[in-house]
């Protein structure tokens, strides 16, 4: 220990009189200042205390060392990154991007009052769920809509409210987990409703539902198998046949679609995907899906299907827990209107994302590498596969284009690691000893900081 040093390392009032501080901090709020220079001074400390300091860094490093530091501290922890990775719906990097309309309708319902419970026509107490109820109803075909804070939600209080104290028969082949603990029988349990599985894991027959129909069936419960398929010999029944059962039975037939797309995808050639119009048609009774996934608006769980259902959800006690509030009201309803006005495909991110062309991501992704070759950065274009995400269309690869960086006398690990540590962050993939960045889910807009932060990095 050298308590030689330890005696010079400044005072913190001290560092904080210093004018070379003063001068490359004036933007800093002082509170974070004397912070970040206490954090300074402490790391010195345990340096010298650790033997790994033989000698103090003068008083301008320490001034850019508390600086960085208070600047750090400072940044929002909830931030926006620059996604590389080709997931389109990044669960862990906030899936669905907003459309514009979508972002500008939420920033507008927070920074203003609004008619969120108000008829302008009667001068009294409105619908919150109105706004998005006609939308929803128009574009679906269902007879009544409602939305709640996510599906996982919708699915709780679709149970809670259909088969409490009774069964719900499922096929075996759809008993799905889809992380965060969401798995639907215990869902089911929780919500005191039984689960009769009924069928095998790979094959469900329409005889096998009907054998487990009795006194206690509430509900026939389909659920998309939106994570994994069953492939191979299988055999599962259709929307069709389990309807006319139910109905037969006077039994409702509800159905947890996962995503939910609007838009028939098969266009893009993602097929297996159902679309949310499809199980209205074939006589569903109750549908949910996130607003979220395929749909691209905000977090929110849609509940569609017939009106005597919807109303019993509207009044449950639990519709109160799972109350969306106006700024996802706001941008589902914008979200909603593009879908209406035949815009969606262009404004919504999702959709664009997933309906680029090959050729066009070529080009993106030649204009990426061409921008990291000027500024001295060794790239190349590549093909990869690009993923929906979020949990859907799982066996689905989308053809695509990465630009590929392999860095000299650096390891791929420390490039990624200070990119992820660039300001925005980017988040890429490393692969085969190489840096990835996807163009898919990159913003043409974000370029310049990318080629930016691998020219620093690459130093
Ligand atoms: C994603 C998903 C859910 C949950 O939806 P959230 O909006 O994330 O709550 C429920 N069921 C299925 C089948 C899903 O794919």
Do not use: W
């Amino acid at each position: 220990m050298n308590n030689q040093l330890l005696r010079e390392i400044p005072k913190v009032d001290d560092l904080l009189r210093s004018p070379t501080l003063a001068s490359v901090c004036a933007d800093i709020p002082h509170g974070a200042l004397v912070e970040a220079v206490r954090g300074v001074l402490a790391e010195l400390r345990s340096g010298v205390l650790a033997g790994t300091l033989a000698a103090l860094p003068g008083e301008a490093e320490l001034s850019q060392a508390a600086a960085a530091r208070a600047r750090r501290a400072s940044m929002p922890s909830l931030r926006g990154v620059v996604n590389g990775t080709g997931v389109i719906l990044h669960t862990n990097l906030g899936r669905a991007c907003l459309s514009k309309a979508a972002a500008n309708a939420a920033a507008a319902a927070a920074q203003n009052y609004s008619t969120l419970e108000y008829d302008r026509e009667t001068g009294k107490r409105g619908e919150r769920y109105a706004h998005v109820e006609k939308l929803l109803t128009a574009l679906t075909g269902a007879e009544s809509a409602f939305v709640v804070n996510n599906n996982a939600a919708a699915v709780l209080l679709i149970l809670s409210a259909l088969a409490a104290g009774g069964e719900v028969i499922t096929s075996r082949g759809e008993l799905v987990e889809i992380g965060g603990s969401f798995r639907v029988p215990e869902i089911m349990e929780s919500c005191g409703a039984r689960l009769r599985e009924v069928g095998t894991t790979n094959k469900t027959y329409i005889r096998d539902y009907e054998r487990a129909i009795g006194l206690e069936t509430r509900a026939l419960m389909k659920v998309h198998t939106s994570n994994y398929r069953i492939v191979g010999f299988t055999e599962t029944v259709s929307r069709e046949e389990l309807t006319a059962l139910g109905h037969a039975h006077g039994l409702p037939v509800i159905e947890d679609l996962g995503s939910g797309s609007l838009t028939d995808l098969s266009l893009f050639g993602i097929r297996g995907e159902p679309t949310v119009q499809e199980s209205i048609r074939a006589g569903v009774d109750v549908v949910s899906f996130s607003g979220d996934k395929l749909l691209g608006g905000p977090q929110a769980g849609i509940i569609i299907g017939k009106k005597q259902y919807i109303d019993l959800f509207k009044r449950h006690p639990l519709t109160r827990a799972m109350r969306v509030d106006k700024m996802t009201l706001a941008a589902l309803e914008a979200t909603l209107r593009a879908y209406a006005d035949g815009t969606a495909l262009q404004e919504i991110p999702t959709l664009a994302m997933l309906s680029a062309e090959p050729a066009a991501l070529r080009a993106r992704a030649d204009a990426l590498c061409a921008m990291l070759k000027e500024a001295g950065v060794p790239a190349a274009v590549v093909p990869v596969e690009d993923q929906v995400g979020g949990g859907s269309v799982p066996m689905q690869m989308l053809p695509s284009y990465a630009v590929a960086v392999s860095p000299e006398g650096m390891s791929v690990d420390a490039l990624e690691t200070a990119l992820r540590f660039s300001e925005p962050p980017i988040i890429g993939r490393i692969d085969h000893g190489q840096y990835l960045l996807h163009v898919r889910t990159l913003r043409e807009d974000a370029f310049p900081h990318v080629a930016d932060a691998m020219k620093e990095a690459l130093r």
